[in-house]
Nanobody, 119 residues
Framework: VQLQASGGGLLQAGGSLRLSCAAS????????MGWFRQAPGKERDLVAT????????YYEDSVKGRFTISRDNAKNTVYLQMNNLKLEDTAVYYC?????????????WGQGTQVTVSS
């Protein structure tokens, strides 16, 4: 499956942004989907995941209550709605697809989209 992320940009702290990830070459609904991010000089971290049917989600503690992951299997697209963005959310965000939710295995990666939050 190929993943194409979009929606990144430059915005001020407190703003909102929605990232999209379109899957092709395979059915999106077959995969658990997730978003990672990598800030400059830091390791790549898992931000959120969502089960195949969209019922269950996981969030990293620092984004709970601010980010929402969702998916539209009919459109083979997964989203990451990011609200109340903070400076520390600045990173390259990667869309991923895997098989397992509880021990998420990101087997497929998109190219990343840059999110920059300014003060």
């Amino acid at each position: 499956v190929q993943l194409q992320a979009s929606g990144g940009g430059l915005l001020q702290a407190g703003g909102s942004l929605r990232l999209s990830c379109a899957a092709s070459g395979g059915t999106d609904s077959r995969y658990v989907m997730g978003w990672f991010r990598q800030a400059p000089g830091k390791e790549r971290d898992l931000v959120a995941t969502i089960t195949r049917n969209g019922v269950s989600t996981y969030y990293e503690d620092s984004v709970k209550g601010r980010f929402t992951i969702s998916r539209d299997n009919a459109k083979n697209t997964v989203y990451l709605q990011m609200n109340n963005l903070k400076l520390e959310d600045t990173a390259v965000y990667y869309c991923t697809a895997g098989r397992y939710y509880n021990t998420y295995d990101a087997n497929y990666w998109g190219q990343g989209t840059q999110v920059t939050v300014s003060s």
